[in-house]
């Protein structure tokens, strides 16, 4: 029996036990009434006491649970849609956000240090102008897909922009971010996008800030943007992390 919270089990359970609860209320009011009664009259009121309320309260009980869990589903599905980027499943950027922020500034000690990593699909404005905007979000979804696919269930990815993409890597260290954003790198270059069945290579740029103190996302963000922008100069389809210490005085990059 499916007892998760979005399971039948649930209702069958709740129906039972608001029917049983009903029954044995009936059978504690009549009880005062048993002593006197004969055998036969005693029987009758106890099934009278047990069927009557079965009937009664099982089939609105029954409705009522359905019901409630009909409306839990669709809150879920509100808050996934409020919370998800329709064409690649991953997080919106507000949802990604305040994700993050949120653990930023929780008590838990792996938010204290951490990556934050920015991802941008390389010529991407040539691949919807050679190819067109359903192949380009074909391309959106392999890079999201692959992305997604080198990552621990406890690091967040979402879409930022057109093109471009955030991961948060809670606890990572300089090593991690490094090897992570290689791995995100390299698994997006293998993947076969087969545009008009002619294979196009697929690259994107990863910049990257380490940090290992608790700082706003403003500050992550503008470091990781920079060390974009400088894997971009230096070739795109390149990795470019640094701790965030080493940056704090660097101006922001050029747009």
Wanted: with cysteine.
């Amino acid at each position: 029996m499916d007892l998760s919270p979005f399971g039948k089990g649930r209702i069958y359970l709740a129906t039972a036990a608001g029917t049983l609860f009903c029954i044995c209320v009936a059978l504690f009011v009549d009880s005062f009434n048993f002593a006197s009664m004969p055998p036969d009259r005693l029987m009758r009121a106890i099934m009278i006491n047990v069927f009557l309320p079965a009937a009664l309260a099982g089939p609105p009980i029954y409705f009522f649970m359905r019901k409630l869990r009909d409306l839990r589903v669709a809150h879920d599905r509100l808050a996934t849609l409020a919370s998800t980027d329709p064409l690649t499943g991953v997080l919106n950027r507000g949802a990604l956000t305040a994700l993050i922020e949120q653990k930023l500034a929780s008590d838990d000690s792996a938010s204290v240090r951490g990556a934050l990593l920015i991802l941008d699909a390389d010529n991407f404005k040539s691949i919807n102008d050679s190819y067109g905007h359903e192949q380009g979000d074909i391309a959106l979804k392999l890079i999201t897909d692959a992305a997604r696919s080198v990552l621990r269930k406890t690091d967040l990815i979402g879409r930022i922009g057109g093109e471009e993409f955030c991961v948060f890597l809670p606890g990572a260290t300089q090593l991690t971010a490094d090897a992570v954003g290689e791995r995100i790198r390299h698994a997006v270059s293998v993947v076969p996008f087969l545009p008009g069945d002619r294979l196009h290579r697929l690259s994107v740029s990863v910049g990257g800030a380490v940090f290992d103190r608790r700082l706003p996302l403003s500050d992550l963000l503008r470091v990781a943007d920079q060390q974009l922008y400088a894997a971009k100069q230096n070739g795109r389809n390149r990795v470019s992390v640094s701790p965030i210490v080493h940056y704090e005085s660097v101006p922001a990059a050029a747009a």
